[in-house]
């Protein structure tokens, strides 16, 4: 039998956000492997990325280094209406209210940082020597599971065991119906996100100079989330927010589905024509749509989401990621999620840990994620509605002060 100083057998299907960061937190007590369908570079789009303080406490825990992903804080919000009237703006005074930052980060820069903390040296992350690297294995993904036993298959059809699996394949995930033991689909929103990234070189290129409200960010050295909103009924908006050191920008374009396509529900990376986007927002700021054709790439993504999950859980089995709560980025909070699950595997860190109690530990982890995600998917589907700042903030409050797993587990038994 396996005791606390036998390091258990992970397995993690994915190497997105969830699976990476599980793999940082798992390498400290066992031997992790990664098994990914794709190549190292996978789902690495040029877009942003933003984490609220509810992650990047545990981000900052795990030694995630700002500075060589040039990430930005975000200090506050901006609101401006379609032809770049600015309408009122907010400080988030994030560091004050709740101990942590809001930062941004390019996509590919956040995931590449990721995979460093897992699979580094240990001397160089400043580990143990026991905290070895966590194993890659690309282009062979998870196409089978038995949840008891913890075997997976192969697509190249070996087979492997491990004590512990954790299924992060993605709100499209190949293996969720094995924890479930049913498939179950995703449902549209009846929204679509464009999603690009510029650089301040191209913008200043093809306007002769930054908008100013970049220029500002650009002299402060520090960055804002802007919202510009049509406000004529028609649910169109922009988010836009610094990358890179303020020397990029990202930008959302949501609007309301004009047609159904199937490349842009299956994945959330395709291509998308900058043409038809443009048309969606002919009677936006001539700026903004500026910043939308100078940018290389242009993805589309029909907003989907997840039915809240009946169990996350089989055997020695878990669900992590948007591969047990897809969310929209209505709220930017699924890739914060995705963070705080690898965090509730903590528990299997702890002293005591053995083969045959993983199931059991588990299941306690599912016990304070799933709720916890649930509220926050409800939240997200319900984001649309906010109108007042007070309500925003009263979201900030429920989303950012989540104390990680073993903080909620300490509340959940004073509870009692």
Known sequence: MASNDTPLRVAIVGSGIAGLAAARILREKHDVTVYERGEPSVATGGQGIANFPNSTRILESIGFDYRRVGSVELAGWNSLDKHGKHLYSSDYNMRERYGAPLVSHMRVDFRT???RLATAPAEDLGLVASAIPATTVWNNGAIDLDTETGRITLEDESVVEADVVIVADGIHSQLRNKILGEPISTQKTGMTCC????????????LGKLPQWWQDQRER??????????LDGTSRFVIAYPLRDVNWMNMSWVFQTQKERKHTTESWHADGDKDEILEVYDDFDNS????????????LWELQDLEPLPTWTSGRAI????AAHAMTPLQGQGSNMAIEDADGLRLLTQPGVTRDGVPEILKTVESVRRPRAIKV?????????????????AKFDENCTYPGILGALKQQAAAV
């Open 195 to 206: 999603r690009v990234a510029v650089s301040a070189e191209r913008v200043e290129q093809a």
């Open 221 to 230: 050295g520090q960055g804002y989330m802007h919202l510009v909103e049509a």
């Open 377 to 393: 998917l409800l939240n997200t589907r319900s984001t649309s509605k906010i109108s007042s700042a007070a309500d925003r903030y």
């Open 319 to 322: 669900l992590i990621g948007d």
């Open 113 to 115: 940082e990721l995979l």
């Open 288 to 299: 903004l749509k500026t910043m939308l054709r100078v940018a290389d790439q242009v993805k």
